[in-house]
């Protein structure tokens, strides 16, 4: 069967046709952008600049922060037409909410043009916590404890031209990946992982092909979608990044979050609860043109923090065990009130031993997939991964790259994916030492001289394995 896109914001249905059945009549389609307006990078770059200054702003609420904040401001509206480009159209929201949290503040027209100093009012941060007010949605939005924004997953699909696939100079900027989802290969080729090509064969086939499903075929067939997966397994082996990739491909249309377990533990008595059941009531607000229920994609990090087998309440653990006990019971129920339509939820653990039983039964976490050590010929990906812009910018200096991989997949045993991407910044590393203690820091030397050479890469797995070793010890 075939999905067809049926409501508006073509482009965006033309490309995610499985999350959209709704009944919503097309809505004209919008121009496509003109060559002078496709470059997003400046913007991309605009953007972080400003999330950076607004952070300032929101923690120390200095004059240096507000001006250079307005000063991306004024590069934004320069490039208004752009911003339709973007997948994070929200930040200038935010911004633009910054600006008129300042202007209640009482900072004159002056001061938020740049040609005028002030200080924020003192006690500002303290007198806008209303949770409703601008200052307060930002506030929400970037320092609520134990949430964070989405890690942005690095593109690392070079251009011929040297940037990255997403036009952003090869920023680190979160690309999301663009499959159809009953399009296995184009699913699984646009994860840079290596080696978990049968993981993401068996996740299409579980999970997204009913998630893709129509919901009347699902009941026909007695089938129901589950509503949470599970990543287990060593450190380092990309759980995370599976996580948070899956999860922007099944949420293009609202920004996902990210949840740290240990950090919601750090509440108070009755915080954490509240934590998780805003969690998942108190969605991001959709991207612009997706529907209010457009999916909301959550994901657990260091699950078993949060999920630990209860058993406090015999009173053995005391209080913090009655509390743990407290925030399962408060998961257990969200997770069974969730319709998997607009939520869905992800989680990683290093001890999957250590979790409830209650959530890993049919129904919620009912996928659970292991992310292993990888094999040698995955190993020989990852290294491939992790080098793939300094072999496509001439800087990997070996007469025989591929023989080269294949000792350093060889070499590396027992490795996780992180340990190999840090053998592979060790390596850029000592071939940028040699130059700098030749030449010094001169740009065009550096630009010009810099090689990695196949002993940087060697040694680099001599470094990590002595490094392994010592922490074992
Ligand atoms: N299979 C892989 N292919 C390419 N890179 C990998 C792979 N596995 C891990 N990495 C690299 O290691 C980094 C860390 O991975 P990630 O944080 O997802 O691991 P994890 O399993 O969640 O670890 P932890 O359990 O310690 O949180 C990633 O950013 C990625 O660059």
Wanted: hydrophobic share 30%; glycine share 8%.
């Amino acid at each position: 069967f075939a999905l067809t896109p049926t409501c508006g914001n073509s482009h965006r249905k033309a490309r995610y046709p499985y999350l959209y059945s709704d009944p919503t009549p097309p809505t004209p389609p919008t121009p496509p952008p003109t060559a002078q307006q496709q470059t997003p990078v400046s913007i991309y770059r605009i953007l972080k600049e400003l999330e950076t200054h607004l952070d300032k702003y929101i923690t120390r609420g200095t004059k240096a922060s507000i001006t250079g904040a307005l000063k991306c401001l004024e590069d934004i509206k320069k490039e208004e037409a752009d911003l339709q480009l973007l997948s994070f159209g929200k930040k200038t929201e935010y911004y633009a909410q910054g600006v008129r949290a300042c202007k209640r503040a009482g900072l004159d027209d002056d001061v938020l043009s740049g040609k005028k100093s002030q200080s924020l009012p003192v006690n500002y941060r303290e007198d806008h916590t209303d949770k409703n007010d601008d200052f307060g949605k930002m506030r929400n939005k970037y320092v609520q404890p134990g949430i964070r924004q989405a890690p942005k997953a690095p593109n690392t699909n070079v251009g011929a031209d040297g940037s990255g696939d997403d036009g952003s100079g090869g920023d680190d900027v979160a690309t999301r990946p663009e499959p159809s989802l009953l399009l296995q290969s184009s699913f699984t080729d646009s994860i840079p992982l290596g080696g978990i090509k049968p993981i993401l064969q068996s996740l299409h086939r579980r999970l997204l092909i009913p998630l893709s499903t129509p919901p009347q075929l699902m009941r026909e067939l007695g089938m129901s979608p589950c509503k949470g997966v599970l990543f287990y397994g060593p450190s380092g082996c990309g759980k995370t990044r599976l996580a948070t990739y899956l999860a922007s491909t099944l949420s293009p249309g609202r920004e996902i979050t990210v949840v740290n377990g240990p950090e919601i533990m750090k509440k108070f008595v009755g915080e954490s609860e509240e934590l998780v059941r805003q969690i998942f009531t108190d969605p991001p607000p959709p991207e612009d043109g997706f529907p209010d229920d457009t999916r909301h994609v959550i994901v657990f990090d260091e699950f078993d923090a949060i999920a630990r087998v209860r058993g406090g309440q015999d009173g053995k653990q005391g209080d913090a065990g009655v509390a743990r006990d407290s925030v399962v019971n408060q998961l257990l129920s969200m997770i069974d009130g969730v319709d998997t339509r607009n939520t869905f939820v992800l989680a990683c653990t290093n001890r999957r031993e250590l979790i409830d039983r209650a959530l890993l039964r049919p129904g919620r976490f009912e996928i659970q997939i292991e992310i292993k050590l990888p094999e040698e010929d995955a190993r020989r990906e990852i290294f491939e991964i992790h080098t793939k812009s300094m072999k496509h910018f001439g800087r990997i200096e070996s007469s025989d790259f591929s023989g080269l991989l294949a000792k350093l997949a060889k070499d590396s045993d027992g490795m996780s994916g992180a340990e190999i991407e840090g053998i592979c910044r060790s390596a850029a590393s000592r071939a940028l030492e040699r130059v700098v203690l030749e030449h010094g820091d001169n740009e065009a030397l550096l630009l010009k001289l810099v090689k990695v050479k196949e002993s940087d890469f060697l040694e680099g797995v001599v470094e990590m394995k002595e490094s392994t070793d010592a922490s074992k010890m």
